[in-house]
């Protein structure tokens, strides 16, 4: 409360989707709660932690917002774009998969981005389908496009995948705005 929307922020650290749907399906969406949106922003630990395929990520995601269909049909659901992840000093986001590092075991010395672009592209068809269904790309807070490519926006990220306070503030900005027009309201 106080801030231009009421709400409530459900995410837990290291989340997936497997275990949102598990709390939304067991209690986590307890009868009452009656949000006029739904904002979900789930993905990135399931391709970097347990490093789920894109195919799974996304029919997760897609289960999730059945499952908040099913008991809240006439909200509105946005799905989140999964943000921009990268390993590199300069923040270039590369198109292929030629950045891989064949001595790194870990996934996230991999280059993470054709996968997010492919899952987003999927998630925002998926919306642009689905009635009450609708896509929030944050590409525009995190990525610059420059003559030699994309770039991730170092100055707003933390580290390689969480934003900092000022990449919070931006994408929040952005939030804003879409809930509003959403909602209908005057900004």
Same mark, same amino acid.
């Given at each position: 409360?106080?801030?231009?929307?009421?709400?409530?922020?459900?995410?837990?650290?290291? %989340?997936?989707?497997?275990?949102?749907?598990?709390?939304?399906?067991?209690?986590?969406?307890? &009868?009452?709660?009656?949000?006029?949106?739904?904002?979900?922003?789930?993905?990135?630990? %399931?391709?970097?932690?347990?490093?789920?395929?894109?195919?799974?990520?996304?029919?997760?995601?897609?289960?999730?917002?059945?499952?908040?269909?099913?008991?809240?049909?006439?909200?509105?659901?946005?799905?989140?774009?999964?943000?921009?992840?990268?390993?590199?000093?300069?923040?270039?986001? &590369?198109?292929?998969?030629?950045?891989?590092? %064949?001595?790194?075991?870990?996934?996230?010395?991999?280059?993470?981005?054709? &996968?997010?672009?492919?899952?987003?592209?999927?998630?925002?068809?998926?919306?642009?389908?689905?009635?009450?269904?609708?896509?929030?790309?944050?590409?525009?807070?995190?990525?610059?496009?420059?003559?030699?490519?994309?770039?991730?926006?170092?100055?707003?990220?933390?580290?390689?995948?969480?934003?900092?306070?000022?990449?919070?503030?931006?994408?929040?900005?952005?939030?804003?705005?879409?809930?509003?027009?959403?909602?209908?309201? %005057?900004?």
């Amino acid at each position: 409360r106080g801030g231009d929307f009421d709400g409530i922020a459900l995410g837990i650290s290291a %989340d997936t989707a497997p275990n949102l749907l598990w709390r939304l399906i067991n209690g986590e969406m307890p &009868y009452g709660l009656t949000p006029k949106v739904w904002w979900i922003g789930i993905g990135v630990n %399931d391709l970097l932690l347990t490093e789920c395929s894109e195919k799974m990520i996304i029919l997760g995601i897609f289960r999730i917002v059945e499952e908040i269909q099913r008991t809240h049909p006439n909200a509105i659901i946005v799905i989140n774009s999964i943000l921009p992840v990268q390993n590199n000093a300069d923040g270039r986001l &590369y198109e292929d998969f030629t950045q891989e590092d %064949d001595n790194c075991k870990r996934r996230m010395c991999l280059n993470m981005w054709p &996968y997010i672009v492919s899952i987003n592209e999927k998630l925002s068809t998926f919306a642009s389908n689905h009635k009450g269904v609708e896509f929030f790309n944050a590409d525009r807070v995190f990525i610059q496009d420059r003559p030699e490519g994309k770039f991730l926006k170092l100055n707003f990220m933390q580290d390689p995948v969480h934003p900092n306070l000022t990449g919070h503030m931006r994408l929040n900005a952005w939030i804003k705005r879409k809930l509003h027009d959403i909602l209908g309201d %005057d900004e």
